[in-house]
């Protein structure tokens, strides 16, 4: 098995690392209009506005699309193959593209309730996300 993948923690993507190494979940949200986004960039979609700070959200959502990855594109991936990846739609009404595990092709459905847990990779904690209770 390959040694997984470890992200770069870029200046600008410090303060998401670093709320992950707490246990917490972060998205930007635009200190104009409010509204919450991720992936992180640096203008608003809404307003265009290039003023935003980062904050925490619950972590709980649904699975909002799904496939099924078949092909191996990095061998650390190659026993996992194949893997479910996924957009959760969170409550708070961002969407992150993202690994659900402990989900199987009979229990992954649209909608399916999940909630966010971190993995450690190295020095880096990763969110992750898995199937919850309802």
């Given at each position: ?14 303060p ?95 909608g ?23």
């Open positions: 098995m390959a040694d997984p993948i470890i992200p770069v923690v870029t200046p600008e993507l410090e998401f690392f670093a709320a992950a190494r707490e246990g917490r979940l972060v998205v930007q949200r635009c200190l104009s209009c409010g509204q919450l986004r991720f992936p992180a960039r640096n203008l608003c979609s809404d307003c265009l506005s290039t003023d935003s700070e980062w904050t925490s959200v619950c972590g709980r959502g649904a699975v909002y699309s799904f496939f099924w990855m078949h092909q191996v594109y990095h061998p650390a991936f190659a026993d996992e193959v194949p893997y479910p990846v996924v957009v959760v739609e969170l409550e708070e009404g961002p969407r992150m593209t993202t690994n659900l595990q402990g989900c199987t092709r009979d229990t992954l459905h649209v399916l309730p999940v909630e966010v847990f971190f993995e450690q990779r190295g020095d880096v904690r990763l969110p992750q996300f898995r199937p919850r209770a309802v």
